[in-house]
Structures are given as structure tokens and as C-alpha cells.
T-cell receptor
Framework: KAGVTQTPRYLIKTRGQQVTLSCSPISGHRSVSWYQQTPGQGLQFLFE???????NKGNFPGRFSGRQFSNSRSEMNVSTLELGDSALYLC??????????FGPGTRLTVL | GQNIDQPTEMTATEGAIVQINCTYQTSGFNGLFWYQQHAGEAPTFLSY????GLEEKGRFSSFLSRSKGYSYLLLKELQMKDSASYLCAVRDPRGGYQKVTFGIGTKLQVIP
């Protein structure tokens, strides 16, 4: 069974640009959560999608948005990139509430 | 709000036992997770506690006391490959939806 996949794995952008990251959950998993990980802040919850609906949202500005498609694949978008957006973005999928499976992450560098 | 505290770093000797503590203050509680994360890799699931008590899984055990807002992860017979960050995370059921908040993580170094 394939795990969670994320594309791209690495990305370099400049301030002011926008970026779209993609996540494909494990087959059959309908819940997809996104996290931002930085050395100083640790893992911070961005949002969770279930059956194409955003179920929960963390404390991030509106520049961070996401969506989920009917096949459970999810994308997150960051507009007007800032230097502080440089981070590892992790996606996790789950079938039940007691375990999340993480993808390898997308490392975003904003110059 | 959510507040999760765990030590930033710990060092232990190969073959020994180490206990990593986690305390939390949350407005709601619906389960506590422990994850292991090796440098440059994604977190991997270790354990999930929703009721008080000890859950044992091989060399790893996790304990929860909901009344004290306290959990610990116990690693026995430490191996060099156990050098990693260990993340404590709490699920908050506010609003009827699931939201997981992570601690900053404890970086464990296993030395020979």
C-alpha cells in the first residue's frame, strides 16, 4: 500500500510569489491535514480537510489556503510569500481518529 | 488555548532506559499522541493514549494521566537508531472537529 506522497519535495521561491503544494493521501483515507514545521515553532497545524470540506483551521493568515478534491488529494496554496514562510510543509492522512500518517514533506525556501 | 511542554533535549546511554515527559494544558482533550521524527524525515506514529494508564508496545511504552495533564514516553533498551526527536501531540475536540496540537519536540541523543 503506497504511503502519503507530497510534491514537490523541494521548492525555492522569492518574496511576493505564490506557491501550490500537493498531497496524495493513502488510498481510502479521507482526512488530510497540513502542518508547517520550523525549528523555532515546531509543528503547527494549518488546516484539515475531510470529504472536500475544511473541518478545522489553525491560526495562520488568509494567505494560506487549501482545498481537497473528490479523490481526497489535497493542495495548499500560499500567496504573497514572505521570508518567514520558509519551512517544511507536512501533509498527514488518516482513516480513523487514532493515527496520522505523514508524507515526506515539501521543503520551501523563500529568498 | 493549547500549551504543551516537553524538554528540549535529552541524552541517554545505549542499552539504558529513558523517560520523556510531556505536560499539557488544553481547553479540551480527546487523545494524546507520541511521534518519532528522525532528522530530515517525516514524523512516524508511536502511540496513542485516550484513557489513563500505560500502553506498552515493544520497547516503547506511553503513559497518560488526564487529571494531571501529564504523559510520558518510556524507551527501553536504547539503541543508537533511537536518536531522534520525540513529539507529544494533543487532540482537541473543540467545535466538534478534530485538531491536533504538537509540542516543540524532545531531541534525544543516544550515546555509546
Amino acid at each position: 500500500k503506497a504511503g502519503v506522497t507530497q510534491t514537490p519535495r523541494y521548492l525555492i521561491k522569492t518574496r511576493g510569489q505564490q506557491v501550490t503544494l500537493s498531497c496524495s493521501p493513502i488510498s481510502g483515507h479521507r482526512s488530510v491535514s497540513w502542518y508547517q514545521q520550523t525549528p523555532g515553532q515546531g509543528l503547527q497545524f494549518l488546516f484539515e480537510y475531510f470529504s472536500e470540506t475544511q473541518r478545522n483551521k489553525g491560526n495562520f493568515p488568509g494567505r494560506f489556503s487549501g482545498r481537497q478534491f473528490s479523490n481526497s488529494r489535497s493542495e495548499m496554496n500560499v500567496s504573497t510569500l514572505e521570508l518567514g514562510d520558509s519551512a517544511l510543509y507536512l501533509c498527514a492522512s488518516s482513516l480513523a481518529d487514532n493515527e496520522q500518517f505523514f508524507g515526506p514533506g515539501t521543503r520551501l525556501t523563500v529568498l | 488555548g493549547q500549551n504543551i511542554d516537553q524538554p528540549t533535549e535529552m541524552t541517554a546511554t545505549e542499552g539504558a532506559i529513558v523517560q520523556i515527559n510531556c505536560t499539557y494544558q488544553t481547553s479540551g482533550f480527546n487523545g494524546l499522541f507520541w511521534y518519532q521524527q528522525h532528522a530530515g524525515e517525516a514524523p512516524t506514529f508511536l502511540s496513542y493514549n485516550v484513557l489513563d494508564g500505560l500502553e506498552e508496545k515493544g520497547r516503547f511504552s506511553s503513559f497518560l494521566s488526564r487529571s494531571k495533564g501529564y504523559s510520558y514516553l518510556l524507551l527501553k533498551e536504547l539503541q543508537m537508531k533511537d536518536s531522534a526527536s520525540y513529539l507529544c501531540a494533543v487532540r482537541d475536540p473543540r467545535g466538534g472537529y478534530q485538531k491536533v496540537t504538537f509540542g516543540i519536540g524532545t531531541k534525544l541523543q543516544v550515546i555509546p
